[in-house]
């Protein structure tokens, strides 16, 4: 299964960006697919996540200015950011969870970068 993960650049305070996410190869059942980020020197640590059911979950740093959607025809994860802030300048990585019988898998983009900054 690859992942890859567009739409990262550089963003002024306050702008918008749109994080794509296109998934391919032998994927089993998704049980999950989400945004992860990671600044320099700290933890890679969930932004949203979107479950098969369509159940919804945000970081509270970033509730009411994100919103992440799924598209299951094409298996592509969207993030729509706005009200970006410089605190949200990252490495940005798409996830995908999926199962078979017993056996969850995990798959990782290969990240793309976001910079706020004027």
């Known amino acids: 299964v690859q992942l890859q993960a567009s739409g990262g650049g550089l963003v002024q305070p306050g702008g918008s960006l749109r994080l794509s996410c296109a998934a391919s190869g032998k994927i089993f059942s998704i049980v999950r697919m989400g945004w992860y980020r990671q600044a320099p020197g700290k933890e890679r640590d969930l932004v949203a996540s979107v479950t098969n059911t369509g159940n919804t979950d945000y970081a509270d740093s970033v509730k009411g200015r994100f919103t992440i959607s799924r598209d299951n025809t094409k298996n592509a994860l969207y993030l729509q950011m706005n009200s970006l802030k410089p605190e949200d300048t990252a490495v940005y990585y798409c996830?995908?969870?999926?199962?078979?019988?017993?056996?969850?898998?995990?798959?990782w983009g290969q990240g793309t970068l976001v910079t706020v900054s004027s």
């Open positions: 996830n995908l969870r999926d199962r078979l019988f017993n056996s969850v898998r995990d798959f």
